[in-house]
């Protein structure tokens, strides 16, 4: 059975204040406070925040290729991968492209730039320069080239995320193919997976301590003017961030049988920290140990999240749409219906060819508005000073976007567990009083957390 409907398990009640989510709360809090009261100190904090991201990202790659290898091994049907493997991609084309238009229509229907009136000769186009290098630089065919490592360990000692992705599917399908004689290796796996996921509950008690320098350097650093500046292009994209998750991922919630709020509500502790550290890859790790308490197989979950996490980029796709017309209305340019279906369908292709680079929402917006001449390049510079704030938004909609494309894929698969999902977000009969705590890793089946 499922560890999160394990019967009969003693609750372990704990003070409200050792949750983590109070702890990552209070430090977003603090360190919040302690930029904007002391900017220069809050900078200095950048370190921490640093530092944890470091941490995390050192122990990513390992558990993708553990979680993916022996859930592909444990198939042994390897048309069942590629099954999963195309429901998935159909998934991240249909609701990335909804992500655009939807970002195109609200950007269209408030015009959050209109009235700046910005004279493109005063933009600092150096500003800039560097994505637009970095833009330049991400085709198609480099993406795809740069999937494949130099060598087998190259991709773990660079921990590209692709590229572990792509050796991990290779292994696993080998062990597959193999069949009986890959069990040994496939135990020892497992049993590595033990050890692996206990350190990131290990590594998961620093982040607060993470939360805290991370958020108290981007108040310290930008200020809280900064959001006065543009606060119509920053409240515009967090309602229509709104509006897609519990608006469009609601819905798809509800038709498979689950509510995005409780859903929210049971990944809280993931969102607060990706919050803090303006990065999603912070709380990988946790989310894919909270999915498959959820009932989510580990193949599905091994193969969606990761692929997810550079093809499944919501928040990233509502933010370039919305960005480029809000540079095209500041500078009163006039876009006509020809220019933002180009807009679109760039977009399209260029949030692919930057999959998996650092800064991607960036370099994704300046890659689309180079092959669009009607906007300038150096229109970029009037949104540089708020994309720390925008980022935040955006790790969070492409978080949430791939939690809810994995249990959708998993129940397309017939593979999820009601039972244990239902009693990971508290919304059946047989629900436990809480999940468990989302530091523990899947050995600990011996108690379960109520905060």
């Known amino acids: 059975m499922h560890p999160a409907a394990t019967a009969g398990a003693p609750v372990v009640r704990r003070p409200f204040y050792r949750s983590l989510y109070f702890m990552v709360l209070a430090a977003i809090l603090?360190?919040?406070?302690?930029?904007?009261?002391?900017?220069t100190f809050g900078e200095s904090l950048k370190p921490l925040g640093d530092a944890f991201i470091k941490l995390v990202k050192m122990i990513i790659a390992p558990v993708i290729f553990l979680t993916i290898t022996t859930g592909i091994a444990g198939m042994r049907d390897l048309k069942q991968v590629g099954r999963v493997a195309a429901k998935a991609f159909a998934y991240f084309l249909v609701f990335s492209t909804l992500a655009l238009i939807i970002g195109l229509i609200i950007a269209n229907v408030v015009q959050p730039g209109r009235g700046l009136?910005?004279?493109?000769?005063?933009?600092?186009a150096g500003a800039v320069a560097q994505y637009a290098q970095a833009a330049h630089e991400s085709t198609i065919t480099g993406f795809l080239m740069g999937v494949i490592p130099d060598t087998l360990v190259s991709a773990f000692v660079e921990g590209n995320i692709l590229q572990v992705l792509f050796i991990s599917i290779l292994f696993g399908i080998a062990m597959a193919i193999v069949g009986d004689a890959a069990a040994p290796v496939q135990r020892a796996l497992e049993s590595l997976s033990q050890i692996v996921f206990k350190l990131v509950a290990i590594l998961m008690k620093a982040a607060p301590i993470g939360a805290f320098g991370a958020f108290a350097f981007t108040i310290g650093a930008y200020g809280l003017g900064a959001i006065a500046n543009l606060a119509a292009l920053i409240a515009t994209f967090y309602l229509t961030s709104l509006i897609f998750v519990f608006g469009v991922l609601g819905i798809v919630a509800w038709v498979n049988g689950?509510?995005?709020f409780r859903l929210v509500a049971y990944l809280k502790e993931e969102l607060l920290l990706v919050l803090g550290t303006s990065s999603s890859e912070a709380a990988l790790p946790s989310l894919m140990q909270k999915l498959e308490r959820a009932g989510a197989p580990k193949s599905v979950v091994g193969l969606?999240?990761?692929?997810?996490?550079?093809?499944n980029l919501d928040g990233t796709n509502i933010y370039m749409t919305m960005a480029a017309l809000f540079i095209a209305q500041a500078m009163n340019i006039e876009l006509s219906l020809q220019?933002?279906?180009?807009?679109?369908?760039?977009?399209?292709?260029s949030s692919k060819g930057a999959a998996g680079i650092t800064g991607a929402g960036f370099i994704t917006l300046a890659a689309t508005l180079a092959v669009v001449p009607s906007v300038p390049l150096a229109g970029m510079a009037l949104i540089l000073g708020i994309d720390r704030f925008m980022s935040e938004c955006r790790a969070l909609t492409n978080f949430v976007g791939n939690a809810v494309a994995t249990l959708v894929v998993a129940r397309w698969e017939g593979?999820?567990?009601?039972?244990?999902?239902?009693?990971?977000?508290?919304?059946?009969?047989?629900?436990?009083a809480a999940s468990p705590d989302p530091a523990a890793g899947p050995g600990d089946k011996g108690a379960i957390t109520a905060d």
């Open 30 to 39: 603090a360190g919040g406070l302690i930029g904007h009261l002391w900017p």
């Open 117 to 124: 009136n910005i004279d493109p000769a005063t933009l600092n």
């Open 258 to 260: 689950f509510s995005i």
């Open 304 to 311: 969606v999240v990761p692929t997810g996490y550079s093809f």
């Open 339 to 349: 220019d933002q279906i180009l807009l679109l369908l760039v977009a399209m292709l």
């Open 415 to 432: 593979q999820l567990d009601r039972e244990a999902l239902h009693a990971a977000l508290g919304s059946g009969p047989k629900a436990l």
